[in-house]
T-cell receptor
């Protein structure tokens, strides 16, 4: 049983560009959350998707957007990249009504 | 604003020493509490969680945590650490009355265990 998978593993982008990160949840999970983890910090919640809708959003600008597909996989899009967007982006999945989120390995985004 | 505080930034122990990592949260209502661990080169893994009931929670790999409501604390403990426990430890909460189940994380504690 595959856990949470994310692609790509690493990504280098230039300021002003746009990026799309992808996540496939653990089998049986229908809820996907995205987090940003800066170096030396704990993960910060970006948003959560359930039933293809954004159910909850953290304190991130509108440049950060997402999508969930009918198969529960999800994308995170970031527009107009800034140097400060450089971070590890984590995807986590869970089953509705249960506690504990399972994390993927993350995508390391570097903005130059 | 609600927050999660992990007061120990870096803890260094010898093998067989006892471990206690502090975690405090600032929200006064009912919260769900978690400890996650990130071993070097690996992704975040759930160690244990508390929703309700017995305030002493046992997790994987011999870890346990105690919820003390009056102190807004959820400290992580292990009686005897091993070199393989070297990792980053994160405390996290889910606040009630939210549309979703967003985790609010502390900044983490780095544990280094020497053999």
């Amino acid at each position: 049983d595959a856990g949470v998978t994310q692609s790509p593993t690493h990504l280098i982008k230039t300021r002003g560009q746009q990026v799309t990160l992808r996540c496939s949840p653990k089998s049986g999970h229908d809820t996907v959350s995205w987090y940003q983890q800066a170096l030396g910090q704990g993960p910060q919640f970006i948003f959560q998707y359930y039933e293809e809708e954004e159910r909850q959003r953290g304190n991130f600008p509108d440049r950060f957007s997402g999508h969930q597909f009918p198969n529960y996989s999800s994308e995170l899009n970031v527009n107009a990249l800034l140097l400060g967007d450089s971070a590890l982006y984590l995807c986590a999945s869970s089953a509705q009504g249960t506690g504990g989120q399972y994390f993927g390995p993350g995508t390391r985004l570097t903005v130059t | 604003a609600q927050s999660v505080s992990q007061h120990n930034h870096h803890v260094i122990l010898s093998e067989a020493a006892s471990l206690e990592l502090g975690c405090n949260y600032s929200y006064g209502g009912t919260v769900n509490l978690f400890w996650y661990v990130q071993y070097p080169g690996q992704h975040l893994q759930l160690l244990l969680k508390y929703f309700s009931g017995d305030p002493l929670v046992k997790g994987i790999k011999g870890f346990e945590a105690e919820f003390i409501k009056s102190k807004f604390s959820f400290n992580l403990r292990k009686p005897s650490v091993q070199w393989s426990d070297t990792a980053e430890y994160f405390c996290a909460v889910i606040l009630p009355n939210q549309a979703g189940t967003a985790l609010i994380f502390g900044k983490g504690t780095t544990l280094s265990v020497s053999s």
